[in-house]
């Protein structure tokens, strides 16, 4: 176990429609990091949050957008979904607070998405 | 920028044999980390293995090992006694700066 909490860890949905994926990091992490995954293909990064703030911004579309809440906690919400956007959408945390930064990325589950 | 390059797509070894995932890395700074993660069938990102590039010793985790040549920015990851269960996807990563950047990923697949 991680200790980075993804809900939900499967959605289906139909085009145009919108969702929000949510990531709870580890304790203590104040970084989020949001990859997108299409079968058998690498991890697309889309977008990095630090202690609330965007860090870093990656092949994200318009459509998309995140944040990352005082708590710490990140959503990322797709809107007018295409069946392209079908895929495993990974959060992953880093940078513990007070701690030695290891450089270690820690990944959740995935939420899997199907656009039909 | 930062780019990691895995020249190998798909790679077959038998079970019990050694094999070797090659990554190399373009990087202008001098202290940074890298990693090696797997990802098997069920898709979890599980990290192999870690090196700090000030580290000139080799990292090694029980049947994994890595040679980090850092002159050539090279940094290949060694699967020995290869089992079943290491046939997954394998992604190097390199990270400084609070970025990450990852490969494309070489499939591994064990045969019994």
């Known amino acids: 176990d991680s200790g980075v909490t993804q809900t939900p860890k499967h959605l289906i949905t139909a085009t145009g429609q919108r969702v929000t994926l949510r990531c709870s990091p580890r304790s203590g992490d104040l970084s989020v990091y949001w990859y997108q995954q299409s079968l058998d293909q690498g991890l697309q990064f889309l977008i990095q949050?630090?202690?609330?703030?965007?860090?870093a911004k990656g092949n994200i579309l318009e459509r998309f957008s995140a944040q990352q809440f005082p708590d710490l906690h990140s959503e990322l919400n797709l809107s007018s979904l295409e069946l392209g956007d079908s895929a495993l959408y990974f959060c992953?945390?880093?940078?513990?607070?007070?701690?030695?930064?290891?450089?270690?990325?820690?990944f959740g589950e995935g939420s899997r998405l199907t656009v039909l | 920028a930062q780019t990691v390059t895995q020249s190998q797509p798909e790679m077959s070894v038998q079970e019990a044999e050694t094999v070797t995932l090659s990554c190399t890395y373009d990087?202008?700074?001098?202290?940074?980390?890298l990693f090696w993660y797997k990802q098997p069938p069920s898709r979890q990102m599980i990290l192999v293995i870690r090196q700090e590039a000030y580290k000139q010793q080799n990292a090694t985790e029980n049947r994994f090992s890595v040679n980090f040549q850092k002159a050539a920015k090279s940094f290949s990851l060694k699967i020995s006694d290869s089992q079943l269960g290491d046939t997954a996807m394998y992604f190097c990563a390199i990270y400084n700066f609070n970025k990450f950047y990852f490969g494309s990923g070489t499939k591994l697949n064990v045969k019994p």
């Open positions: 992953a945390s880093s940078l513990p607070r007070g701690l030695a930064n290891t450089g270690e990325l820690f």
């Open positions: 949050y630090y202690n609330g703030e965007e860090r």
């Open positions: 990087t202008s700074e001098n202290n940074y980390y």
